[in-house]
């Protein structure tokens, strides 16, 4: 099961939703799942869905704010299809219209509207329940363990402007561009991510995301630290094996004997510690030396072995 159905999941079971805000979140699902149909000039409508719960809210909702006959049919998975089609049918019948208007997609004169009804917009609650709705139609978020990604799909750039304004109400800046024929609105960072979660209810996914965001940050953190580490191993060993190459130049050309007693002491140290840091030769000076100071004299062995090499 994908993170999204994990999501839809939890919070198409949310329960003691109040009449307004079923409604808020039914006008969602259908301005975006639905379709009309005229039938004998009776309206009737239909919504399709590929995720079983989702359609089950669907039904729960009609049945509870306008008690309608409704039925569902399944559609199996066809071709590269993976997953099977849910659609919830409202014959025609009494009540429609209603719907269709208290919901804000039509007006009076049959005409369709493709705003958010005011209602919606300016109560909290409902503005939560229209957001619920309108993910639970056509949203979608990977997993955190992947990207941080998540995406909604509509199809009308005046629709696709007033969802904008409506995540800003909640201090969500959401993006937006053209997909083909659509709109796609996505969240590409995780506290986004997460307050939206907050918002539509999917509490128990949100503790998952949080979870994996802790793991996946700190296994980032070490992967940082070791490469880090590994890094600076290299350039110790490439450093020492230098330093060994310019003393066994001098060694076999002049002799170590004819170096100052400073530097035929480090001379010697680096033979006999190849793999040492030179914090860690200074440390085997007696006094120590600090690292600086046992670097500049490594700096003057280079400087004789590259007079030798010319």
């Known amino acids: 099961m994908s993170f999204s159905d994990e999501v839809k999941n939890e919070i198409a079971r949310k329960e003691d939703l109040g009449k307004c805000c079923q409604l808020a979140e039914l006008a969602a699902l259908i301005k975006l799942n639905g379709s009309l149909a ?59 219209k209603e719907l269709l208007t208290k919901s804000g997609l039509m007006g009076e004169g049959y005409q369709i509207s493709y705003s958010i009804k005011n209602q919606f917009v300016s109560n909290n609650c409902c503005s939560k329940a229209y957001l619920r709705g309108l993910f639970l139609a056509a949203g979608s978020v990977s997993h955190p363990e992947s990207e941080y990604h998540l995406e909604i799909t509509v199809n009308h750039e005046d629709y696709a402007e007033e969802l904008i304004k409506l995540f800003g109400k909640f201090e969500i800046e959401i993006k937006s561009r053209n997909k083909q024929d659509n709109y796609l609105l996505y969240l590409k960072k995780a506290d986004d991510i997460v307050k939206l979660l907050n918002i539509i209810g999917a509490h128990s996914a949100l503790l998952q995301f ?19 580490e590994t890094a600076n191993l290299n350039k110790t060993i490439n450093a020492a094996q230098q330093q060994l190459s310019d003393i066994k130049l001098l060694e076999e ?37 600090s690292k600086s100071g046992i670097n500049n004299r490594f700096r003057r062995i280079k400087k004789l072995a590259d007079k030798l090499k010319k």
């Not at 949080?210 to 700190?218: G, H, L, M």
């Open 38 to 96: 005229i039938i004998n000039h009776k309206l009737g409508l239909s919504l399709v869905s590929q995720n079983a719960s989702v359609a089950r809210r669907v039904y729960k909702l009609l049945k509870e704010q306008f008690n309608f006959f409704t039925e569902i049919i399944v559609r199996k998975k066809m071709y590269l299809d993976k997953k099977n089609y849910y659609i919830i049918k409202v014959p025609p019948q009494k009540g429609v």
């Open 210 to 228: 949080e979870n994996t965001r802790v793991y996946k940050e700190i296994r980032n953190n070490v992967n940082r630290i070791v490469n880090c």
């Open 253 to 289: 050309v002049k002799g170590l004997d004819k170096l100052s007693p400073s530097l035929r002491e480090v001379a010697e140290l680096r033979k006999n510690n190849p793999y040492a840091t030179l914090k860690e030769l200074g440390e085997l000076l007696n006094p120590p030396l």
